[in-house]
């Protein structure tokens, strides 16, 4: 499977943004098969687990910080991953990654997920 995020810009404070992870280049599975994560990285920092959806979109995980803000979900039959992100302020500054596991739900581990996307950039000036 092949990832592609996108979404990103920059945006003031308190503003909003919503990011799309599109699936391609599915082969013998369909998009349901596979447990999707966001993850974020800031340069010279370690990388962040954002939000996680099972294949069926039926079970989210969050880290902690961001709940209430962020909202992960997901529609298999255009094979894309949606993360809307309210309320955003300057720490969310950070490259976004979108991530995919054949499995049930791969959860905030990295290192579950074997496919990963490209990045897209988040800039929240204050």
């Known amino acids: 499977v092949q990832l592609q995020a996108s979404g990103g810009g920059l945006v003031q404070a308190g503003g909003s943004l919503r990011l799309s992870c599109t699936a391609s280049?599915?082969?013998?599975?369909?998009?349901?098969?596979?447990?999707v994560g966001w993850f974020r990285q800031v340069p010279g920092k370690e990388r962040e687990s954002v939000a996680a959806v099972t294949g069926s979109g039926d079970a989210a995980y969050y880290t902690d910080s961001l709940k209430g803000r962020f909202t992960i979900t997901r529609d298999n039959a255009k094979n894309l991953v949606f993360l809307q992100m309210n309320s955003l302020q300057p720490e969310d500054t950070a490259v976004y990654y979108c991530?995919?596991?054949?499995?049930?739900?791969?959860?905030?581990?990295?290192?579950?997920?074997?496919?990963w996307g490209q990045g897209t950039q988040v800039t929240v000036s204050s």
């Open positions: 280049e599915i082969s013998g599975v369909s998009f349901s098969d596979y447990a």
């Open positions: 991530a995919a596991a054949l499995t049930a739900f791969g959860g905030a581990d990295g290192g579950t997920y074997r496919y």
